[in-house]
């Protein structure tokens, strides 16, 4: 079996961290994979913004560069959708070559691929999950992470009420209609703050980003770290 | 011979059952059930018609020994053959006969008839509704098939009238009834 | 009139501040979905009827023509008129010609959003017709000369106190903030008028075309009432309001009042299939409008046409996060929130409604609790794609995203650009977007990329 690894665009400009705990628990547990290196975007902002002949292109590119792999496994649920959802919508089905059933957010790779319960990691700290939409809404996955973090070493897993609320980031939507985009943001925060957890964790990073962003802007204490540096703090 | 007391008790069973399903749904939108039979009815009604201060009541015929009996209502007025629509809007009560029960919902349903109005089950304050045991059908989907589709017109009722575009807060007798009787004759 | 799609994000930041609309909302959707969520989950099978009532609605829109085509016949068989209008202006005119052969000038309506869509009170009014809204929401916002802010709660933005100044200033009674006592002021007002009215019209939840039948659905008994007293009654609706049969109604009589209002079953439903003569309280002569008005433009596109199997329940609007923060008004459009920004841009172009379809985080809620389970978020992702098609874009976002495209689909371009940025960052250069920023932090690049930690790493 060889995996793919697909360290999104974002990730490797922002947030290189999350792309190296990734590595991590793949490593772990022996998981033959590969990055290729030649990977860049896999078109979501263009296409989410419109711009599907574009997007189309950086699709073929994706396609052509993962089509050798077994799996495509990737640290993040709103891209994994990208593949798997919206590929689709802009690529004929014939071209797709299985790609978007081969793609798999991390922790529905370890969790169902992998019959992966529990990574051996530890953290002693209490935590709150965020539901990413296009994770739980897109892709199904609500129970994976959950089941992770639940068995990570001393961790205490508190729900939030509303996790799955939208924390108003949506891409392009954060930058066109910022005003309704921050008051999402808000209220997240405020259902964080609530729930008395340290940490706030989700599959994907761009939520986090922006629930960070609004925190730190108004100064309020919530520290986000994204599901993969949990699971793979061992 | 005890098979067939068995599917006799079943069937009653499973009636009894639609009755309660009925009465359950019924009440939980706010309505009234009333059991009775041939001979209560008359007074029930008369306690309605006290409970509720009724002066002018219309009747609809129901071709059958009800209409004698209803003759005899303590009210000061009784309408069975209505001209125009300010007739039914002015009076306090409409006692009419319904076509189906159906348990699911705790609705009933009204077929158009010669002698039926419809303005009679919307514009008085109480609407009485009086039927027997044959009306009953559990669901919709069992309703769709039994009923003849060449029908005038339908109109089904469950509960009473009622809004809630003033902040949520349910109130009851906006255009139609306020209460929503049913007298089931058993 | 500053409520036109193209303000939305005006209205949208004034909503936002708007403290006691914000509380209205909060109130009414709050409630409405807490109730919705407890008699959803009484039915086992509501998954099995979303996906029952998808399947009788594609059947229907990908037949439309037949199924419409058999309404009318035997509408017409039963003694229906039935008129199809292309637009509003052919709607409205028919209405007011059935009007002045009556010589009607008093008409009572029920709750239609087809006779918002097309304008049709105030036309008549226009035409010297007095018409009345009878739904208590509906005659809530004619008194305060707006527009519905949902489409079956349409006076949700608005508090009782609201209320009851509006009813002491134009109905002139004493003030009172008790929903009891405005709705009996509300009554005896309405009351008056359906006696009096010679023009009843109503919308159509459904149309039946086996039957030919009518079929409205109502709690109030206005719609019963409307569709009675007057010696005319004309009914309008879309023409994706059609289904195959009778017993089709059994789906949507379990999904529709529950998406709706969160009712098990709504208190009325009329089944109208002919007029009657020598009736006191029975039209003598029923027409029906079927409207297109942009709905075709629709049926064109293989995956927009989902919108039609809509069923105007309002559902998505309550869940959606933005119209839960903006309210109904703000969008401009007579449907707002999700499903109205795929229908407005259907009936005024995309360019008069092009904001709509980007104002939306594409959560997915919508989908999620649509009961017939069209894919709203996904469609408006293809009306943003023919948004950027028809070259609707601005030319800072389309110079952005040529720059973006070019970088990302070379990977050699991506790491010199990745390289550069963190150059400028060296000198003191950050980007900024100015829109973010006012409340949230720019994020800010990492000193080194995955890309070449990883590099760094192998060798």
């Known amino acids: 079996m060889k995996i793919g690894l697909f360290i999104p665009c974002y990730i490797d400009q922002l947030y290189p961290e999350v792309g190296l705990a990734t590595v991590k628990i793949l490593k772990r547990f022996g998981i033959n994979f590969e990055y290729p290196i030649e990977q860049t975007c896999c078109g979501q902002p263009a296409f989410n913004t419109g711009y599907w002949k574009e997007a189309k292109i950086l699709a073929e590119k994706f396609i052509q560069i993962f089509s050798n792999f077994d799996y495509i496994v990737s640290p993040s649920g709103s891209c994994v959708s990208m593949i798997k959802i919206f590929y689709p919508k802009i690529i004929l089905t014939e071209d797709l070559q299985d790609i978007s059933k081969k793609s798999l957010e991390l922790t529905e790779f370890l969790v169902k691929v992998m019959n992966i319960d529990s990574t051996g990691a530890e953290f002693d700290h209490t935590v709150t999950y965020h539901d990413s939409c296009h994770a739980l809404r897109e892709l199904g996955i609500k129970t994976e992470p959950r089941i992770l973090l639940r068995n990570v070493k001393k961790l205490k897993l508190i729900e939030m009420e509303n996790p799955e609320d939208c924390c108003g980031f949506g891409g392009t939507f954060s930058v066109k209609f910022p005003e309704i985009s921050s008051d999402m943001a808000k209220y997240k925060v405020n259902y964080i703050l609530n729930s008395g957890a340290e940490f706030v964790t989700s599959t994907d990073q761009s939520c986090l980003m922006q629930i960070d962003s609004y925190a730190r802007k108004n100064n309020l204490n919530i520290k986000t770290i994204h599901i993969a540096q949990i699971l793979s703090n061992f | ?186 | 009139m500053n409520y036109i799609p193209s303000k939305f994000r005006n209205n949208a930041v004034k909503a936002l501040l708007n403290v006691n609309l914000r509380k209205n909302l909060t109130r009414a959707i709050s409630h409405t979905l807490s109730k919705r969520v407890e008699v959803v989950s009484e039915l086992p099978d509501w998954e099995n009827l979303r996906q029952k009532a998808h399947e009788i609605k594609k059947h229907t829109i990908e037949n439309l023509a037949y199924y419409l085509d058999l309404f009318e016949e035997r509408a017409t068989k039963n003694g229906v008129k039935i008129f199809r209008a292309k637009d509003s202006i052919e709607a409205k005119n028919y209405v007011l010609q059935i009007a002045r052969k009556i010589n009607a000038r008093l008409c009572v309506k029920s709750k239609s959003m087809v006779t918002e869509e097309i304008g049709l009170r105030e036309f008549l009014e226009e035409n010297g017709i007095e018409t009345v809204e009878t739904d208590l929401g509906e005659f809530i916002v004619q008194l305060a000369g707006e527009m519905p802010s949902h489409i079956t709660a349409p006076a949700m933005h608005k508090s009782r106190d609201e209320i009851g100044k509006l009813f002491s200033e134009k109905l002139g009674v004493k003030f009172t903030n008790e929903p009891e006592k405005l709705t009996n002021i509300a009554r005896e007002f309405l009351r008056h008028k359906f006696l009096n009215a010679d023009l009843g019209i109503s919308g159509a939840n459904f149309l039946i075309a086996e039957t030919g039948s009518i079929v409205i659905v109502e709690n109030e008994g206005n719609a019963g009432l409307s569709t009675t007293i007057p010696k005319v009654h004309i009914a309008i609706t879309g023409i994706e309001k059609v289904i195959p049969r009778l017993s089709d109604l059994t789906v949507f009589f379990k999904i529709l009042g529950r998406s709706a209002t969160a009712q098990r079953f709504t208190s009325y439903v009329s089944i109208i299939n002919s007029p009657k003569k020598n009736k006191p309280d029975s039209p003598e002569e029923i027409y029906v409008i079927l409207l297109d008005n942009g709905r075709t433009n629709l049926l064109k596109s293989e995956r927009l046409k989902q919108a039609l199997y809509c069923i105007k329940c309002g559902a998505c609007m309550l869940t959606c996060p933005v119209y839960q923060r903006v309210g109904g008004h703000t969008y401009g459009s007579i449907y707002p929130g999700p499903i109205g920004s795929v229908l407005t841009p259907a009936q005024l172009g995309l360019r008069d409604a092009l904001l709509l379809p980007f104002a939306s985080s594409l959560c997915g809620k919508c989908f999620e609790i649509c009961p017939v389970k069209i894919e709203i978020h996904h469609l408006l992702l293809q009306l943003r794609a023919q948004a950027v098609d028809l070259g609707f874009a601005s030319w800072l976002e389309k110079l952005i995203f040529k720059l973006w495209f070019i970088v990302m689909r070379n990977y050699k371009l991506y790491t010199s650009a990745s390289k550069f940025l963190r150059y400028l960052l060296k000198l003191g250069i950050k980007p900024k977007v100015k829109s973010w920023s006012k409340e949230r932090i720019f994020p800010e690049l990492a000193p080194k990329s995955f890309k070449e930690i990883w590099r760094n790493q192998k060798t």
């Open chain 2, 1 to 186: 011979m005890k098979s067939n007391i068995a599917k006799i008790k079943s069937k009653y069973n499973a009636g009894m059952e639609l009755i309660e399903k009925f009465k359950f749904e019924f009440e939980r939108v706010g309505g009234v059930f009333i059991k009775t039979s041939h001979k209560k009815v008359l007074d029930d009604i008369s306690n309605i018609i006290t409970i509720e201060n009724v002066n002018q009541i219309f009747v609809e015929k129901f071709e059958n020994e009800i209409d004698e009996v209803l003759k005899n209502l303590p009210v000061s007025q009784i309408i069975t053959q209505p001209h125009s629509v300010e007739q039914l809007a002015s009076v306090d009560a409409s006692i009419t006969g319904c076509d189906f029960l159906i348990a699911e919902t705790g609705t009933i349903v009204f077929t158009h008839k010669e002698n039926r109005f419809k303005s009679s089950l919307l514009l008085p304050r109480i609407h009485i509704v009086i039927a027997d045991t044959k009306k009953f059908c559990p669901t919709f989907e069992e309703f769709f098939t039994k009923i003849d589709k060449n029908f005038d017109s339908i109109f089904m009722v469950t509960g009473p009238s009622r809004t809630a575009d003033i902040e949520k807060v349910i109130v009851l007798g906006v255009h139609g009834p306020q209460k929503i009787y049913l007298l089931l004759i058993s």
